[in-house]
């Protein structure tokens, strides 16, 4: 090979070497030419490739996704770490994407911020500081909900949330339509309701509704022994409420039993 010094330093050859070493603690750095590719090495392993078409690998001789690859030669956590002088430069600070081995992988927004995710150069949703999720909307409108409720705010001229099985082919959805909420099911099923983790009230797909078991008629409700149905006129403007209807299911017995109404 061959030094040429004016003003510029070459080094020639078929495998042209350069190196740095620290005489001090024995390091040295090397940066090498393989084919059209440059690459460094610190302490005798490669660290940094640049590729001949402009991809760039971190910790891999051969990437296989450009323009940058990112590789953790251990079973430690790749991480690639993004802060600025706002945030500071500790590891609690500013964004982390990392890939943690078998486990999981993530991102990490470590300020008290918003995450924010968009398309066609416009935001579409966002994630707060407090991990509440809004999709079309930069802040939570959380009208009577209790203070500092987390949840999922999906707003727009008419927002929907569009629920699709794909066992089933099924789709059901909710949302609003000017000034109307609604909850549809878009084919022929039944919309269930429940507490407690059973079910207590349905709506199949011919509009009759069912409490306490499936409908036969328009409304179809049964109970226990005892139970009542009341329809009640809601408080007059004199404080009074008066029953109206109510349908008892009397104690069965062996010689009584039926269903009164008052």
Known sequence: GYVQTKSELWVGGSAPVLRWRDTTHGEKATARISGSDLYFEVANQERLRLLSGGGVSIGLASPTRTPLHVHEPTSATANIHLTNST??????????????????????????????????NAERMRIDSSGTVMIGATSYNTGNMTSGATGINVAGASPQVLLHNTSQDKDAYFGMSG????????????????????????????????????????????????????????????????????????????????????
């Open 179 to 262: 000034a109307n909420v609604f909850l549809f099911s878009a084919d022929s099923v039944p919309i269930v309701f429940g507490t407690n983790d059973t079910e207590r009230m349905r709506v199949d797909s011919s509009g009759n509704v069912g409490i306490g078991q499936s409908p036969s008629y328009r409304l179809d409700v049964i109970a226990g022994q005892g139970a009542v149905s009341r329809f009640r006129q809601a408080t007059n403007n004199q404080g009074v409420s008066h029953a109206c209807v109510i349908l008892r299911h009397q104690a069965a017995s062996s010689s009584a039993q039926g269903v009164g109404m008052v």
């Open 87 to 120: 945030t500071g430069s500790g590891s609690t600070d500013g964004l982390t994407l990392f890939h943690d081995g078998s486990t999981s992988a993530g991102m990490f927004l470590r300020e008290n911020l918003p995450l924010r995710f968009a398309t066609n």
